[in-house]
């Protein structure tokens, strides 16, 4: 039986909604429809698609296959509305996914020249403290601090951003130490805040940056962060460099390896990141 491209839509709106209900929101349909949709593609595979799961429905093993594919073909339709009718330079809108500390510090700075020099080109710079859902197309290019274990994309590493220890400029023991919650035990900054042996006396945590600098720039607390952090620029705050670093990695989408307006993002990205490529 031929396979309807929409059917497959609403297998994959299902696989990342987890209900008829969600997936149905998600698409501006009722969950009805998304059954009706679900049971006519499933009636032309020998195998299941979903398996029901703790009130969710899971995509099997062979479904996670079909839906890469499925994926990667949405990709390339993506890329086809891309083409502009009359080519002229650089054109296209490209979305950026980082932490807010790397957008507002890193790249916004740099925003107007990329953009003076390309007219035809848009810039989102989506600032979030989640990693954004890069096989569902949430982002175009996404700057993480951690290098990805796996996923579907190109990947390049950027620089290294040193770590530091922020607390109050008069010498002495700070009354509160800041970190990153249990969960994040593995980055950088914690081990390096179990190393100091401060890790079992924190009583703040955040998984933002900007919360832990927030806290220190009140006063009398201690974390260690990024050298991005706002916290150094406050007066009675003090930075001790560490020698460890936290690497930024650059993932693209990789139906946009020769997408024109990518490229030329993907450069613009790089060269902000050029003066912490000294580091590691």
Known sequence: MPLDWEDLKYADALAAAGTYAAAGKALGVNATTVARRIAHLAAGFPYALFAAVEGRWVPTAQCVRMLAHVREIHGHVDAIARIPAAPSGVTGHVRVAATPAVCDDILAPAASALLAAHGGLQLTLLASDRNVDFPHFEADMAVRLAKPERGGFLIRRLGALKLKQYGPAEQGEAALVCAYPPYLESTPESRELARLGLSGKARFFSNSARALA?????????????????????????????????????LVQPHLRKDAAALAVRDWIIGCFAPFRKTG
Not at 214 to 225: C, S
């Open 214 to 250: 927030a806290v220190i720039a009140a006063g009398n607390a201690t974390a260690i962060l990024p050298e991005l952090a706002p916290a150094a620029t406050q007066p009675g705050v003090a930075a001790r460099e560490l020698e460890t670093h936290r690497d930024a990695w650059l």
